[in-house]
């Protein structure tokens, strides 16, 4: 028996017994005869090729140097594990290697140098560690090298420039890390290098210029830093360029136009600010264009519209601005279309309608208006189409009705009107689609029942009437329903309890009457129930506690009756309990008290008497309860030893029938404005004499309402506290804010303002937090100026009512007899007056900032005086009032001579 047959067989006696079964034809003397085996003229083994075998074991009993004619060993696709043995370098004549996927460790051996006539080496998809070694620079016939899909660490060897022969590198999915090696560069006959997915930083050498074969460059998720190297336009042959996921910074380069051959450019997730470069429009053959979630500003170049080839285009997530370029109508390939998250305006181009092979388009959180394109689906390939927050008006494009493609559908936070009931369809594909926060009308179809692959339907917030159809039942892959803030009527219908993967139920602020279904009980996947402000009548049901996983349970403001039923103390996950402002009766029960996550819970308004059960104290395990409302009860007898009650402010617990103080005192701050030390202790005794309180300050403080949502849902939050101190901003403790902005501002020093007028002075201050604010400090209100404390009345007032981007955010309130004051948002830009009156700010203070200033305002007008209830006038309009964040944003402030017009006015 030969040298070469013994190796074989020696090596095959290591392999596991199935695998030396699938090399049962190695038997005898005539290797050449053996599966995978070949041979040259003079019988002696050249090549291996065992791919796909099956092969486990290791490679450590083969004996490689007897194999001395050996130009070819494949033993890709196998399941051999350990590590590649240094003996491997002895086969002097190797000219192929390939140990692609396997499950090899350890690291490269450095003896693979030896090999001197390797053209090909494939070490891909395994778990190979350590760093490539520099030895592998000797290998000057090489070809292909490829070590993508393992471990490999340290940086990218210089020496791997002296590959002059090197046509293909791919370096991808390690964790390599350093800088890319100029001497790549070297490279000249490289055609594809991908170095993707490792740890990479620093700039992308201008070397990679030198490489005009190259057609393919991966760079993408990295840590890449700097500028795109203009030289990359010297590689004129590249198809495929792909830097995204980095943190390249700088403009893209005008040179990329160069790059004429390009059918794909991805830039995506960098810091890449300035202009899209109008060169771009030379990319004749570029098929995908991905330049988002980066910060470039500016118009969509009209050039873009040249890319007759092009079939997906991303912009999302940066900061254009302008409008929408009627040229991408002559993209007519186009089947992605991502514009959502900039700052667009205008309307869509009617051009839109000559796309009718796309499958995405997302116009959503803009600034765009008019009427959406009509024939968006005409093609019948739409899938996904957003255009959530803008200003959009109509109706639903005609051709949704029959889009049977559609899976999602957001057109929330617009001007949209129309019938829902005709313009919408069956959607037999249909995932996802959010109508709120618009105008529709009509009546739920029962069609929405055949929908089975619906998870998510949302079209709260508009003027929907009628009733809810039991086929909506039918939708049994239901995950959100949220029908609130209607005007649906009659009972909930039971089959909603045959919605069993339901997560989010809410059918809030509607006309609902009946009682709440014992079916709910079978929807054990349901967190949040909210059914509040309708007029549902019977008791709570017992089978509620079926909901296991329950978050938030809102039944307030409605006609309930009975007792609280026992079972929801099973609720162990719940959080939230509102039974406010019902007719419930009898006692608390103390199984309440089981609920150790509930954190808020009212039940004021109701009829409950008795005492709160001691299961509520902290030390019965229900400490996590932050906030607790028990007012307008009959509830007698001490308060739990549990913080929430102790703590609680005396609007949560008064009308009460005799609720004594807790087991112990407890102190409070006597002075909001003044940092004294001395406490005071406070009890609830109910009811309260109107003598307890030397001041009264009552307004509302802050409250959220939802976008355009008018004064329905409005949160009316009252504070009382002592010598007529009152503050809340942000939800966070009132003098600990009030401290931290006299603290902030040193007591309103000077040194601090920053503007001054006819009211008052404004302060920049910032927080211990990090958060600057504005604070515009009134001159004294107490000083018999009516004119003043209308001022700062009226400002109160309009900025609770009213919430728009291109109206200053108020953010708190205090009314004190020593300060009153605004917090508001801080613009950094200063007023328009300010830039108008500064030469060097006015220079760059060009037209198409100017018109995004006079369109903010515009807007902001438009809200106040239309959707608006009452309508607002502002009275005071000027330069000095219109406000500009850094990005030329106008936001409109001074509300002290505004006036709410009466709904007859004629103004």
Same mark, same amino acid.
């Given at each position: 028996?030969?040298?070469?047959?013994?190796?074989?067989?020696?090596?095959?006696?290591?392999?596991?017994?199935?695998? !030396?079964?699938?090399?049962?034809?190695?038997?005898?003397?005539?290797?050449?005869?053996?599966?995978?085996?070949?041979?040259?003229?003079?019988?002696?083994?050249?090549? $291996?090729?065992?791919?796909?075998?099956?092969?486990?074991?290791?490679?450590?009993?083969?004996?490689?140097?007897?194999?001395?004619?050996?130009?070819?060993?494949?033993?890709?696709?196998?399941?051999?594990?350990?590590?590649?043995?240094?003996?491997?370098?002895?086969?002097?004549?190797?000219?192929?290697?390939?140990?692609?996927?396997?499950?090899?460790?350890?690291?490269?051996?450095?003896?693979?140098?030896?090999?001197?006539?390797?053209?090909?080496?494939?070490?891909?998809?395994?778990?190979?560690?350590?760093?490539?070694?520099?030895?592998?620079?000797?290998?000057?016939?090489?070809?292909?090298?490829?070590?993508?899909?393992?471990?490999?660490?340290?940086?990218?060897?210089?020496?791997? =420039?002296?590959?002059?022969?090197?046509?293909?590198?791919?370096?991808?999915?390690?964790?390599?890390?350093?800088?890319?090696?100029?001497?790549?560069?070297?490279?000249?006959?490289?055609?594809?290098?991908?170095?993707?997915?490792?740890?990479?930083?620093?700039?992308?050498?201008?070397?990679?210029?030198?490489?005009?074969?190259?057609?393919?460059?991966?760079?993408?998720?990295?840590?890449?830093?700097?500028?795109?190297?203009?030289?990359?336009?010297?590689? +004129?042959?590249?198809?495929?360029?792909?830097?995204?996921?980095?943190?390249?910074?700088?403009?893209?380069?005008?040179?990329?136009?160069?790059?004429?051959?390009?059918?794909?450019?991805?830039?995506?997730?960098?810091n890449l600010s300035g202009l899209i470069p109008t060169s771009i429009g030379n990319l004749s053959n570029l098929s995908v264009l991905y330049l988002s979630n980066?910060?470039?500003?500016?118009?969509?170049?009209?050039?873009?519209?040249?890319?007759?080839?092009?079939?997906?285009?991303?912009?999302?997530?940066?900061?254009?601005?302008?409008?929408?370029?009627?040229?991408?109508?002559?993209?007519?390939?186009?089947?992605?279309?991502?514009?959502?998250?900039?700052?667009?305006?205008?309307?869509?181009?009617?051009?839109?309608?000559?796309?009718?092979?796309?499958?995405?388009?997302?116009?959503?959180? #803009?600034?765009? +208006? =008019?009427?959406?394109?009509?024939?968006?689906?005409?093609?019948?390939?739409?899938?996904?189409?957003?255009?959530?927050?803008?200003?959009?008006?109509?109706?639903?494009?005609?051709?949704?009705?029959?889009?049977?493609?559609?899976?999602?559908?957001?057109?929330?936070?617009?001007?949209?009107?129309?019938?829902? +009931?005709?313009?919408?369809?069956?959607?037999?594909?249909?995932?996802?689609?959010?109508?709120?926060?618009?105008?529709?009308?009509?009546?739920?179809?029962?069609?929405?029942?055949?929908?089975?692959?619906?998870?998510?339907?949302?079209?709260?917030?508009?003027?929907?009437?009628?009733?809810?159809?039991?086929?909506?039942?039918?939708?049994i892959q239901l995950r959100l329903l949220d029908l609130s803030f209607n005007h649906i009527v009659g009972q909930i219908p039971k089959e909603l309890g045959r919605?069993?993967?339901?997560?989010?139920?809410?059918?809030?602020?509607?006309?609902?009457?009946?009682?709440?279904?014992?079916?709910?009980?079978?929807?054990?996947?349901?967190?949040?129930?909210?059914?509040?402000?309708?007029?549902?009548?019977?008791?709570?049901?017992?089978?509620?506690?079926?909901?296991?996983?329950?978050?938030?349970?809102?039944?307030?403001?409605?006609?309930?009756?009975?007792?609280?039923?026992?079972?929801?103390? #099973?609720?162990?996950?719940?959080?939230?309990?509102?039974?406010?402002?019902?007719?419930?009766?009898?006692?608390?029960?103390? !199984?309440?008290?089981?609920? !150790?996550?509930?954190?808020?819970?009212?039940?004021?308004?109701?009829?409950?008497?008795?005492?709160?059960?001691?299961?509520?104290?902290?030390?019965?395990?229900?400490?996590?309860?932050?906030?607790?409302?028990?007012?307008?009860?009959?509830?007698?007898?001490?308060?739990?030893?549990?913080?929430?009650?102790?703590?609680?402010?005396?609007?949560?617990?008064?009308?009460?029938?005799?609720?004594?103080?807790?087991?112990?005192?407890?102190?409070?701050?006597?002075?909001?404005?003044?940092?004294?030390?001395?406490?005071?202790?406070?009890?609830?005794?109910?009811?309260?004499?109107?003598?307890?309180?030397?001041?009264?300050?009552?307004?509302?403080?802050?409250?959220?309402?939802?976008?355009?949502?008018?004064?329905?849902?409005?949160?009316?939050?009252?504070?009382?506290?002592?010598?007529?101190?009152?503050?809340?901003?942000?939800?966070?403790?009132?003098?600990? $804010?009030?401290?931290?902005?006299?603290?902030?501002?040193?007591?309103?020093?000077?040194?601090?303002?920053?503007?001054?007028?006819?009211?008052?002075?404004?302060?920049?201050?910032?927080?211990?937090?990090? !958060?600057?604010?504005?604070?515009?400090?009134?001159?004294?209100?107490?000083?018999?100026?009516?004119?003043?404390?209308?001022?700062?009345?009226?400002?109160?007032?309009?900025?609770?009512?009213?919430?728009?981007?291109?109206?200053?955010?108020?953010?708190?309130?205090?009314?004190?007899?020593?300060?009153?004051?605004?917090?508001?948002?801080?613009?950094?830009?200063?007023?328009?007056?300010?830039?108008? +009156?500064?030469?060097?700010?006015?220079?760059?203070?060009?037209?198409?900032?100017?018109?995004?200033? $006079?369109?903010?305002?515009?807007?902001?007008?438009?809200?106040?005086?239309?959707?608006?209830?009452?309508?607002?006038?502002?009275?005071?309009?000027?330069?000095?009032?219109?406000?500009?964040?850094?990005?030329?944003?106008?936001?409109?402030?001074?509300?002290?001579?505004?006036?709410?017009?009466?709904?007859?006015?004629?103004?």
């Open positions: 028996m030969g040298r070469e047959a013994e190796a074989l067989l020696e090596w095959k006696a290591s392999l596991d017994n199935q695998s !030396q079964f699938r090399l049962s034809s190695w038997v005898g003397n005539i290797t050449c005869q053996w599966v995978g085996i070949s041979c040259n003229n003079f019988s002696s083994i050249s090549h $291996v090729n065992l791919t796909g075998v099956g092969l486990k074991g290791t490679l450590y009993s083969f004996s490689f140097s007897t194999l001395h004619s050996l130009i070819s060993l494949n033993l890709s696709y196998n399941l051999l594990y350990g590590t590649i043995p240094s003996h491997l370098g002895n086969l002097s004549k190797l000219r192929y290697l390939d140990l692609y996927t396997n499950n090899l460790s350890g690291s490269i051996p450095t003896s693979i140098g030896n090999l001197g006539n390797l053209s090909f080496l494939d070490l891909s998809n395994n778990t190979l560690s350590g760093p490539i070694p520099e030895e592998i620079g000797k290998l000057g016939f090489l070809s292909e090298l490829s070590l993508y899909m393992n471990n490999l660490s340290g940086p990218i060897p210089a020496s791997i =420039g002296n590959l002059s022969n090197l046509s293909t590198l791919y370096l991808w999915e390690n964790n390599l890390c350093g800088s890319i090696p100029s001497s790549i560069g070297n490279l000249g006959n490289l055609a594809h290098l991908d170095l993707s997915e490792n740890k990479l930083s620093g700039p992308i050498p201008e070397e990679i210029g030198k490489l005009g074969f190259l057609s393919y460059l991966a760079l993408f998720r990295n840590d890449l830093t700097g500028s795109i190297p203009s030289s990359i336009g010297n590689s +004129s042959n590249l198809a495929n360029l792909d830097l995204s996921k980095n943190k390249l910074s700088g403009s893209i380069p005008q040179e990329l136009g160069k790059l004429t051959s390009l059918a794909w450019l991805n830039l995506y997730e960098n980066n910060t470039l500003s500016g118009p969509i170049p009209e050039e873009i519209g040249k890319l007759g080839f092009l079939s997906d285009l991303s912009l999302h997530v940066n900061n254009l601005t302008g409008s929408i370029p009627a040229s991408i109508g002559n993209l007519t390939k186009l089947t992605v279309l991502w514009l959502h998250i900039n700052k667009l305006f205008g309307s869509i181009p009617v051009q839109f309608n000559n796309l009718t092979y796309l499958e995405v388009l997302s116009f959503s959180e #803009n600034m765009l +208006s =008019g009427y959406l394109p009509q024939n968006v689906c005409n093609g019948g390939s739409l899938q996904n189409f957003t255009a959530n927050d803008n200003y959009f008006i109509g109706s639903i494009p005609k051709s949704l009705r029959n889009c049977t493609s559609l899976i999602r559908l957001n057109l929330h936070g617009n001007h949209l009107g129309g019938n829902i +009931s005709e313009d919408l369809g069956i959607y037999p594909n249909l995932i996802y689609i959010d109508l709120r926060y618009n105008n529709f009308y009509g009546e739920l179809s029962q069609k929405w029942g055949k929908c089975q692959s619906l998870q998510s339907l949302k079209f709260s917030n508009n003027r929907i009437s009628g009733v809810i159809p039991p086929q909506l039942g039918g939708s919605l069993t993967s339901l997560f989010l139920l809410n059918l809030g602020d509607n006309k609902l009457s009946g009682s709440i279904p014992l079916e709910f009980g079978m929807l054990s996947n349901l967190q949040y129930l909210i059914l509040s402000a309708n007029n549902l009548t019977g008791s709570i049901p017992k089978q509620i506690e079926g909901c296991s996983i329950l978050v938030n349970l809102s039944l307030s403001k409605n006609e309930l009756r009975g007792a609280i039923p026992s079972e929801i103390g #099973n609720l162990n996950s719940l959080q939230m309990l509102d039974l406010s402002e019902n007719s419930l009766i009898g006692k608390i029960p103390p !199984q309440l008290g089981d609920m !150790q996550r509930l954190e808020t819970m009212n039940l004021s308004h109701n009829d409950l008497s008795g005492s709160i059960p001691y299961t509520f104290g902290e030390m019965s395990g229900m400490s996590s309860l932050i906030s607790v409302d028990i007012s307008y009860n009959r509830l007698e007898g001490p308060l739990p030893n549990n913080k929430a009650f102790c703590e609680a402010p005396f609007g949560s617990l008064r009308n009460n029938s005799g609720l004594k103080a807790c087991p112990t005192s407890i102190t409070r701050s006597k002075n909001y404005g003044e940092r004294r030390k001395n406490k005071v202790v406070i009890f609830f005794i109910v009811p309260i004499l109107g003598t307890m309180f030397l001041s009264l300050i009552v307004f509302g403080i802050l409250y959220h309402v939802l976008k355009r949502q008018g004064k329905r849902n409005k949160l009316n939050s009252l504070r009382e506290a002592q010598n007529g101190n009152m503050f809340e901003v942000w939800s966070y403790d009132g003098k600990m $804010v009030y401290e931290s902005i006299i603290e902030a501002t040193e007591g309103f020093d000077s040194k601090h303002c920053v503007g001054v007028g006819g009211c008052g002075s404004v302060y920049k201050a910032e927080l211990q937090t990090g !958060q600057v604010v504005a604070v515009k400090k009134f001159h004294s209100i107490q000083d018999n100026r009516i004119d003043l404390a209308k001022a700062f009345e009226n400002e109160i007032h309009a900025l609770l009512e009213i919430r728009h981007r291109n109206i200053v955010k108020l953010y708190g309130f205090c009314s004190h007899p020593r300060h009153s004051f605004l917090v508001y948002e801080f613009l950094e830009g200063g007023s328009l007056k300010e830039i108008l +009156s500064n030469k060097k700010e006015v220079v760059n203070f060009e037209w198409v900032k100017r018109v995004n200033v $006079v369109k903010g305002v515009v807007d902001a007008l438009s809200y106040m005086h239309h959707d608006c209830s009452p309508p607002i006038v502002h009275r005071d309009i000027s330069s000095k009032n219109i406000m500009l964040d850094l990005e030329y944003e106008a936001h409109i402030s001074d509300f002290g001579t505004a006036k709410f017009l009466n709904s007859d006015s004629l103004n």
